[in-house]
T-cell receptor, first 114, second 113 residues
Framework: AQSVAQPEDQVNVAEGNPLTVKCTYS??????LFWYVQYPNRGLQFLLK??????LVKGSYGFEAEFNKSQTSFHLKKPSALVSDSALYFC????????????FGTGTRLQVFP | GAGVSQSPSNKVTEKGKDVELRCDPI?????LYWYRQSLGQGLEFLIY????????KSGLPSDRFSAERTGGSVSTLTIQRTQQEDSAVYLC???????????FGQGTRLTVV
């Protein structure tokens, strides 16, 4: 069965510093990987995805993520954090062998301090 | 429509009552998903539809929960004999293809008193 793990409940970073939010996955086939962000009292917004091709994918708001097949990871990164990036971040995966089921991680709360 | 629409946005119900939550996906999207989120926590998978069929119902917490989708469009999530632990935000999402992102509605906040 497919699964996704976000090992950190919370990540704290100072504004202007680089940030990383970790995600690992387990699938039977090829992974289709997604990152979403949820701001307080708002719905989930899509940030970026990896389907195939380049391992480094770029998305909205200056975020990027690196797909690493050998480590089964898809970590979210940003070179310089903003206070406005503070939110709840979710990693999600579909398994190419398992139709369209979309599973989310437990979420990581990112707190960027001025 | 322009986005995924969920109704009602808020629902307060008495323990033991039945409730129906509605999701109107983006037109043409074949996959539709239901999730539950408690107090800003993670997204608990409930069920998904491919067209009108539900290939995976494994996430439904109990037999009090059921869902259907008609015409490959609107879906209804029904909770019978609601309990206080059912209080949460119920989120619906839809997507077009397997390698495309899912778009989320604003959710229905259910409070069982």
């Amino acid at each position: 069965a497919q699964s996704v793990a976000q090992p950190e409940d919370q990540v704290n970073v100072a504004e202007g510093n680089p940030l990383t939010v970790k995600c690992t996955y387990s699938v039977s086939g090829n992974p289709y990987l997604f990152w979403y962000v949820q701001y307080p009292n708002r719905g989930l917004q899509f940030l970026l995805k990896y389907i195939t091709g380049d391992n480094l994918v770029k998305g909205s708001y200056g975020f990027e993520a690196e797909f690493n097949k050998s480590q089964t990871s898809f970590h979210l990164k940003k070179p310089s954090a903003l206070v406005s990036d503070s939110a709840l971040y979710f990693c999600a995966v579909r398994d190419s062998y398992n139709t369209d089921k979309l599973i989310f991680g437990t979420g990581t709360r990112l707190q960027v301090f001025p | 429509g322009a986005g995924v629409s969920q109704s009602p946005s808020n629902k307060v119900t008495e323990k033991g009552k039945d409730v129906e939550l509605r999701c109107d996906p983006i037109s043409g999207h074949t996959a539709l998903y239901w999730y539950r989120q408690s107090l800003g926590q993670g997204l608990e998978f409930l069920i998904y539809f491919q067209g009108n069929s539900a290939p995976d119902k494994s996430g439904l917490p109990s037999d009090r929960f059921s869902a259907e989708r008609t015409g490959g469009s609107v879906s209804t999530l029904t909770i019978q004999r609601t309990q206080q632990e059912d209080s949460a935000v119920y989120l619906c999402a839809s997507s077009l293809l397997r390698d495309t992102e899912a778009f989320f509605g604003q959710g229905t906040r259910l409070t069982v008193v």
